[in-house]
């Protein structure tokens, strides 16, 4: 029953993000910039994307995998 919830939280949360990022954000052309955010930074505080104009940023989405190892 654990590995079957977990697949539904996963399919509910992945169809969630999808209509959020489908109405609610246009998509970007090759060439404009990234709209401004703030995340969390690893070393503690806030880290808004605006304050790293001028240099190289990566931006790196990965999937969090909830299967059992």
Same mark, same amino acid.
């Given at each position: 029953?654990? /590995?079957? /919830? /977990?697949?539904?939280? %996963?399919?509910?949360?992945?169809? @969630?993000? %999808?209509?959020? +990022?489908?109405? @609610?954000?246009? +998509?970007?052309?090759?060439?404009?910039?990234?709209? =401004?955010?703030?995340?969390? %930074?690893? &070393?503690?505080? &806030?880290? &808004?994307? @605006? @304050?790293?104009?001028?240099?190289?940023?990566?931006?790196?989405?990965?999937?969090? =995998?909830? %299967?059992?190892?």
């Amino acid at each position: 029953m654990g /590995r079957m /919830r /977990r697949a539904m939280v %996963s399919l509910i949360l992945l169809a @969630s993000f %999808s209509l959020v +990022a489908a109405f @609610s954000t246009p +998509a970007l052309e090759v060439g404009e910039k990234a709209p =401004d955010f703030e995340l969390d %930074s690893t &070393k503690g505080g &806030k880290l &808004k994307l @605006s @304050s790293l104009k001028g240099k190289n940023v990566l931006i790196n989405f990965y999937v969090l =995998d909830f %299967s059992p190892t």
